[in-house]
């Protein structure tokens, strides 16, 4: 890593579609910065997802230039885009993606054993971040033995089992209470004071409260002043 910010995006602009292209990003700026925690929020369809996908390399803009640490990645190829997305990414998703009939240190395995990682090291590391997200007692419970809120801070060890740069979550507490929403938030707040920077698209207001910037989005547009803090 440099000293470059860990992201910036500059006059991004995304349409879909052909014979009438509806626009989803405008002209949007954006610079995320390390241990930077930012808010993404806006209503539905407002570009919101759109925009964590161009962050996160799921996706590329048609205008506009998106840099990873300094470097342009507006074109590199999915090849070189996937190798970045492992080396610096995480994702965390409001749906939790686990595997039914594996145990939570396997759900969280199963991204290392991708990259190659020997089976001790990927235990080792599984149980670690687990720990850190305050499942350490729940290593051999599946996900049917979970409540909500244990799946998720599953799905985020699983995300921090290869040591991202960068958290990019959408709507990570959409599926959970109050009570839940609360305990994924205070682990927000510990990854985001231990250096990780954190990228968030929500609804919820709670979410965005403990933020240290919100970017809203209308239009695909970025709308931020009008968002009082």
Partial sequence: MTDDPVTRLRSVGR???????????VDLDLTLHAR???????????????????IGLLDRPDEG??????QDVTGLGERARARR???????????????????????VELGLLYQGIGARRRTETAEQVLGQCGLGDRLDARPTQLSGGEQQRVAIARA????????????????LDSRNTRRVLDLFDHLRADGLTIVVATHD????????????????????????R
Avoid: W
Wanted: glycine share 8%; hydrophobic share 35%; proline share 6%.
């Fill in 160 to 175: 921090l089992a290869t040591a991202p740069d960068l958290l990019v979550c959408d709507e990570p507490t959409g599926n």
């Fill in 15 to 25: 349409c879909y579609g052909s014979d009438t292209p509806v626009a989803a990003l």
């Fill in 205 to 228: 207001p709670e979410v965005s409260e403990r933020a240290d910037r919100v970017v809203h989005i209308e239009d695909g547009r970025d709308r931020s002043r009008a968002v009082a």
């Fill in 65 to 70: 230039s998106h840099e990873l640490f300094g």
């Fill in 36 to 54: 930077d925690y930012v808010a993404i929020t806006g209503p539905s369809g407002s570009g919101k997802s759109t925009l964590l996908n161009i």
């Fill in 85 to 107: 997305r492992a080396r610096h990414l995480g994702f965390v998703f409001q749906s939790f993606h686990l595997i039914p009939h594996r145990s939570a240190c396997e759900n």
